[in-house]
């Protein structure tokens, strides 16, 4: 039997218990979260270093892209502790202080990265749906106004992960719960449910309604003279076309591959094992481990939104690439000027 942290414990009165096997997440956890550790750091770094020192106007998707990468980059320096505790299979060498830390950061970079991709999108689709009113909406100001906001709900929403992370001593080893201790799970059932509900069902479904208004928008006759004037035809509006095109496959892409299984087989899972301790014969042992395999099997998807994010960034900017490649155009310049010179 495996030290699972995610066992199904049995109900009181009938005395159930379904044990199984879940040593490939000894293997699967350390090696995908290391990977996400090495590449989400180096992309996260650099964001920062562009975003901070070389970016000298700041704009509305500027801020919510830094707070973005700020949030990613705190549950990235999680990630060698869990490396190492998974990799030691389930034995927590730290205290339960620092249990409950490492799963705050990752629900607060979870939710947190889904509302900041939101604030982004938002702003987007006000630029290319209203572009006058707008005009009066989004500012630098504003757009850290919303960021305190959003980490305020974050903060606020996940506190109770303090509470519910627990470490507990399993044959002469320590458990770090993922979810929480047996006796609590019920509680923390409700809870998830929530915000589940709140802080990702609802933003992924404002997410498809903005982005079907976006994409309606962009394909009507003379949306460039309306959103931008300057952009009337040609190079300009393909760019900028091209540009709002790339955003919503990468946040699209973000939270179908990344968020949505997770959540998906996570409250699977959840629901299974509930049902289980209530009553055994409602479902199977079988059905059970299936669900808690989908459900761990998802977990790297989730941590890989950290280095999805960047690729926003980098991608759905031209002024990104401008900027990196500013320093280089600049010495080739000089270059071809003192070439010139001595001809």
């Known amino acids: 039997m495996s030290r699972s942290d995610n066992f199904t414990y049995p109900n009181t009165s009938s005395g159930y218990l379904c044990e199984f096997q879940e040593d490939f997440k000894y293997i699967l956890l350390p090696v995908s979260y290391a990977l996400v550790f090495v590449i989400g750091l180096a992309l996260n770094a650099t964001a920062l270093y562009v975003i901070i020192f070389r970016t000298k106007h700041w704009k509305p998707s500027t801020i919510y892209m ?9 549950y990235i320096f999680t990630l060698p502790f869990l490396i190492y505790y998974y990799a030691d299979e389930n034995d927590w060498p730290f205290s339960e202080p620092f249990c409950k830390i ?78 929480t201790s047996p006796e609590l799970f019920d509680d923390f059932l409700v809870y998830s449910s929530v915000v ?38 040609g190079l300009g509006t393909q760019n900028y076309k091209q540009k709002s095109v790339k955003m919503i496959i990468i946040v699209l892409a973000t939270f179908m591959l990344c968020f949505l299984p997770f959540h998906l087989t996570r409250s699977l899972y959840y629901s299974f094992r509930y049902l289980q301790q209530i009553n055994p014969a409602h479902v199977s042992c079988s059905l059970l481990e299936a669900s808690s395999v989908a459900y761990k ?12 994010d960047p690729i926003l960034y980098f991608l ?28």
């Open 66 to 74: 830094l707070n973005l990468t700020v949030c990613d980059t705190l």
């Open 196 to 233: 589940s509900v709140f802080m990702f069902a609802l933003p992924f479904m404002v997410l498809m309604v903005c982005y079907g208004l976006m994409v309606r928008k962009l394909l009507e006759p003379g949306w460039a003279a309306e959103v931008r004037p300057g952009l009337r035809g």
């Open 297 to 308: 099997v998802t977990r790297p998807f989730a941590s890989a939104n950290s280095c999805i």
């Open 316 to 343: 759905a900017g031209q002024g990104v690439r401008n900027t990196l490649t500013k320093k280089k155009r600049t010495g080739s310049k000089c270059i071809q000027q003192c070439d010139t010179t001595k001809l």
């Open 102 to 179: 490492i799963r705050f950061l990752f629900y607060a970079n979870l939710y947190g990265s889904i509302l900041f991709l939101c604030c982004i999108s938002l702003h987007r689709f006000l630029g290319i749906c209203y572009p006058v009113r707008s005009l009066n909406w989004v500012s630098p100001r504003r757009a850290k106004l919303v960021s305190v906001a959003v980490w305020a709900c974050v903060l606020l929403c996940q506190a109770p992960i303090l509470y519910f992370s627990r470490t507990r001593d399993v044959d002469k080893e320590r458990v770090c719960y993922d979810t």
